[in-house]
């Protein structure tokens, strides 16, 4: 036992080793696949050395241009493909017989000098360097400017002005001159009788699905706005507009009201519209809003302790001057002034105090200034129908439902009107318009009594001229002057079986200087004569 125990440890220890040993050739040993890369590897660095001696020994350059003249040189060049030229296409010229033998210079400048050009679009070749852009074909100019000629009107036969598409559409719109547009073979009486009217073209923009009673356009001339009876206000760019004529935003300001009048600012920047409601509000040039006028308290008999309206708001107008400053007019009785770029405490013209609240979101706060209470010839509140700012600012005139025309100083005290005519219009209608002159001597009312008359500012017991038999159906029914102030332009509504008519009025002499029918049972509502 002595010598067996120590032997058969001796031989376990043994085998122990044996098997350890293999196992731990096994694992070192690597498998075939990165055997075989690494043999790969082997062999491309193997190449790339020997390239490198082949380099070394031929002594090339560095320079690729040398490099590349040793190569061709050597016997190992040997190019597989050879690069053919495209085949030019053949033109093919007469040869005409010279008479004296020229020499050879010459004969290749006289050549050069009569060889044709290759029509490079014929053969597919490009012309330019840069993206290829398809030009559609445009519609011909006179095709264009036909398509907007009214009917009846008489056109030369020389070639249309060369004008696009959407500047005819804004010339037209805008009361562009009409002087090429008429034939000289038109007769005389017919050719005086249209001079100066923006009548020869017209478009239709349609949106609208009720009567549009209100328009206004932005001072650079390139936005229209149009308010309706059908509770929206459309947005119309003439710079943007295509041949589709559509409108590029409509929204409802207050729903369930009806537009009774929409106004871009003074500078361009934004427009305010007036609903039924009596809360007015502030858009941005892209048709956001940016604030709400507050309501005034209904249950106040005296309007002059709320600082807002109460009834539905009738029409507006921003000061000639004073930027973010208007007056609206109610069916309250009362005539409003505000100030929408305030926010602190101030002192009216007329003795009051003012205050506005901070709108939220809106960076500006509405403070109302001023306040006048229309009263009849017995002393009693009046609904007040229509306003309207002198040029200057310094006059303020409005019309109530008792027919009476009242003209306020915006500088001095709003408790009592300077000048007024009680019977202006016959009481009981609703006097849709009030507009002053440039010159600020003459003031036009067109009164829901189906009249239109003219005033002198400086004698208003009697009108200028009365124009009678003009229908009139709408309550914002609108009248305007020509830039040159030279013609007043308003609108008739159409009766049954009848169309409604475009009034121009001669200022001078007080005449009507033409009339124009305009759609079948169409009613003429809203005029607007663009000054630029």
Same mark, same amino acid.
């Given at each position: 036992l002595f010598f067996i125990i120590p032997l058969l440890s001796l031989l376990y220890l043994s085998f122990v080793l044996f098997i350890s040993f293999f196992f731990f050739l096994m694992i070192r040993r690597p498998p075939r696949s990165t055997l075989s890369s690494s043999s790969a590897a082997s062999d491309v660095y193997k190449r790339q050395q020997r390239r490198v001696r082949e380099h070394q +020994? !031929?002594? &090339?350059?560095?320079?690729?241009?040398?490099?590349? @003249?040793?190569?061709?040189?050597?016997?190992?060049? *040997?190019?597989?493909?050879?690069?053919?030229? +495209?085949? &030019?296409p053949?033109?093919?010229?007469p040869v005409s017989p010279v008479a004296d033998p020229l020499p050879q210079s010459e004969h290749e400048d006289q050549q050069q000098q009569h060889e044709p050009e290759i029509d490079l679009a014929e053969h597919n070749l490009p012309l330019s360097f840069g993206k290829v852009v398809k030009v559609a074909a445009k519609r011909p100019v006179a095709e264009t400017h036909a398509a907007f000629e009214r009917q009846g009107s008489k056109t030369t036969s020389q070639a249309a002005p060369a004008l696009t598409a959407n500047e005819m559409m804004?010339?037209?719109?805008? $009361? %562009?001159?009409?002087?090429e547009q008429e034939g000289d073979d038109e007769p005389a009486g017919e050719a005086e009788g249209m001079d100066g009217l923006p009548i020869s073209h017209e478009i239709h923009l349609k949106?609208?699905?009720r009567a549009v009673t209100s328009v206004s356009l932005d001072p650079k001339g390139s936005r229209l706005l149009? %308010? $309706?009876?059908? *509770?929206?206000?459309?947005?119309?760019?003439?710079?943007? &507009?295509?041949? !589709?004529?559509?409108?590029?935003? *409509?929204?409802?300001?207050q729903e369930g009201y009806p537009v009774s009048c929409v106004r871009w600012s003074n500078s361009g920047d934004r427009f305010a519209v007036s609903t039924g409601d009596p809360r007015m509000k502030i858009f941005t040039r892209d048709g956001h809003a940016l604030a709400t006028f507050s309501k005034g308290d209904m249950y106040l008999y005296d309007p002059n302790r709320t600082k807002g309206h109460t009834h539905g708001v009738? $029409?507006?107008?921003?000061?000639?001057?004073?930027?973010?400053?208007? @007056? !609206?007019?109610?069916?309250?009785?009362?005539?409003?002034?505000?100030?929408v770029d305030r926010e602190k405490k101030w002192g009216s013209a007329s003795g009051g105090m003012g205050t506005g609240d901070r709108i939220t979101g809106a960076g500006m706060g509405i403070i109302h200034r001023d306040i006048a209470v229309l009263k009849n010839k017995q002393g009693k509140k009046t609904q007040v129908t229509a306003m309207g700012y002198s040029p200057d600012g310094g006059h303020l005139a409005a019309t109530g439902i008792d027919g009476s025309l009242q003209i306020y100083r915006t500088s001095g005290s709003f408790n009592r009107?300077?000048?007024v005519c009680w019977n202006a219009h016959q009481p009981g209608t609703e006097t849709s318009?009030?507009?002053?002159s440039m010159d600020g001597d003459t003031i036009v009312t067109r009164g829901g009594d189906d009249t239109l008359k003219v005033w002198d500012v400086r004698k208003l017991t009697k009108p200028l001229k009365v124009f009678e038999g003009l229908t009139s159906f709408y309550e914002t029914t609108d009248t305007s002057f020509s830039p040159d102030q030279d013609v007043i332009v308003t609108g008739t509504s159409a009766r049954k079986g009848a169309n409604g008519q475009l009034i121009f009025i001669d200022r001078s002499s007080l005449t009507i200087k033409h009339s124009l029918d305009m759609v079948t049972n169409g009613s003429v509502v809203a005029t607007l004569w663009n000054p630029i």
């Open positions: +020994a !031929s002594g &090339m350059a560095d320079s690729d241009d040398e490099e590349m @003249a040793a190569l061709r040189a050597s016997k190992r060049y *040997n190019p597989q493909i050879k690069a053919v030229p +495209a085949p &030019m053949v033109v093919t010229k804004m010339r037209e719109m805008m $009361g %562009g001159e009409t002087g949106g609208h699905q149009t %308010g $309706g009876a059908d *509770n929206k206000v459309y947005m119309w760019d003439f710079a943007g &507009m295509t041949s !589709s004529l559509r409108a590029f935003r *409509n929204f409802e300001p009738c $029409g507006f107008q921003w000061h000639p001057h004073e930027k973010g400053v208007l @007056a !609206s007019c109610s069916k309250d009785c009362t005539v409003r002034v505000f100030d009107p300077e000048l318009s009030v507009k002053y």
